[in-house]
């Protein structure tokens, strides 16, 4: 995921105050939709509040894009959640058991939970020399013994990663805020990803439970996710546990300008930023608008 600078993030106050709120815990609904067409800043918007929680509030934030993972299970979800806290947040029983998984260590599906701290691991026909997981990447040695770990077991090790993130996750929110950002939560997303992130997000974490002492905070952007939640849980469920962004702010004049020299087009007139403006306004995406500017740029270099 690319990193962006303060500089890069155009207007948005609005919505990024409307997060802030949510980080205040003031009246107890902490999950935030936002809901726009495609095109129009999203992804963007963020983006700017992964910044916000990096280096305003200095809260652990999980950015995730959902029709990027690579996979089709909530293992896959949970791993790119884990992976994009980093260091941020501490996550032991996770990462114990999904570096058992990884090291291919029948322990991981025992009772109790192999303590992979040391230098090397034996366990279940499995030696590792040296390995260490650093954010789900095994580094060192790790020799496999054939028919010791079928895909049978890998499944049922990755579900217990998924529950232990899970449980890691609710552990750490009674401590401290925590902060996931869910992108393209529509159709661009598989179906059974989006299904997991509001059966097991959503509904067990957000609406109608009781889960006041709870610091987690969720926000999910999508084309419809808003109205989408809203049908799904009833009016008053929504109304009383989700904080809703229907559609971005307009830009103004200036904000449309900022964005047209941020990707290089400063010597546009001021009527043409004006034209490019209206074109934003009527809801155009922020691509097209780009072409745009990209047609006036060329008419004025040949005149």
Known sequence: MDVMTEAQFIDREAEAELFRQLLRFEDGRRLLTITDRGGR???TLLKKLEYICDWDMDVPCAR???????????FDVVDTMRRSFGEDLSL??????????????RS????????????????????????????GDVRGSVIGVPGQWSDELEQAARQRCVDAFLEDLDDAALERPLVILVDTVDEKSPLTLRKWIMKSLVKRRFVNVDTHESKLVLVLAGRTVGPDLKRRIGAEAFERSVKSIE???EWKLEHVRDFLTMHGYSQLT????????GFIATG??????????EVYKAAREES
């Open 247 to 249: 559609s971005l702010s």
């Open 270 to 277: 001021d009527e043409d930023v004006g034209a490019v403006h």
């Open 284 to 293: 155009s995406s922020l691509a097209l608008a780009l072409q745009m500017a």
């Open 92 to 105: 032991g029983r996770f990462d114990r058991l999904n570096t058992a998984r990884l090291l291919k260590d």
């Open 108 to 135: 991981c599906l025992e009772a109790g939970v192999v303590d992979m701290r040391g230098a090397s691991v034996q366990a279940g026909g499995v030696v590792a020399a040296s390995a260490t997981v650093i954010h």
């Open 64 to 74: 995730v894009e959902l029709d990027r993972i690579t996979g089709m299970s909530d």
């Open 41 to 43: 800043g999203k992804s």
